[in-house]
Nanobody, 125 residues
């Protein structure tokens, strides 16, 4: 089992920044590709970003490319999502996920191996 705990969500004005963190415990962190998804009210959960086990390769949804940066610290068993130039349409619950497959396939994964409980991000206009 892998336990994932997100933090860092909150309320921010449009144009502002937030950094989400996801702390992992349980099985060996480096064995998993990590990613972030989000779900806005009334919408389906969508892929945001993913990062390979080593942190060398990263992948982003087109809607966040150039504004969000995913990173990981394998020594701290933590993955981060730095969100800049936030827009009201970024408002959602953000979920951290871990999967034993390739990070490149994260955007098409229907059910990652493990999910966090989610953290709310609200961007006001």
């Amino acid at each position: 089992q892998v336990q994932l705990v997100e933090s860092g969500g909150g309320l921010v004005q449009a144009g502002g920044s937030l950094r989400l963190s996801c702390a992992a415990s349980g099985r060996t962190f480096i064995n998993y590709a990590m990613g972030w998804f989000r779900q806005a009210p009334g919408k389906e959960r969508e892929f945001v970003a993913a990062i390979a086990r080593t942190g060398i390769s990263t992948y982003y949804a087109d809607s966040v490319k150039g504004r969000f940066t995913i990173s990981r610290d394998n020594a701290k068993n933590t993955v981060y999502l730095q969100m800049n130039s936030l827009k009201p349409e970024d408002t959602a619950v953000y979920y951290c996920a871990a999967d034993g497959g390739a990070a490149a396939k994260f955007r098409s994964i229907a059910a990652p191996d493990y999910w966090g409980q989610g953290t709310q991000v609200t961007v006001s206009s």
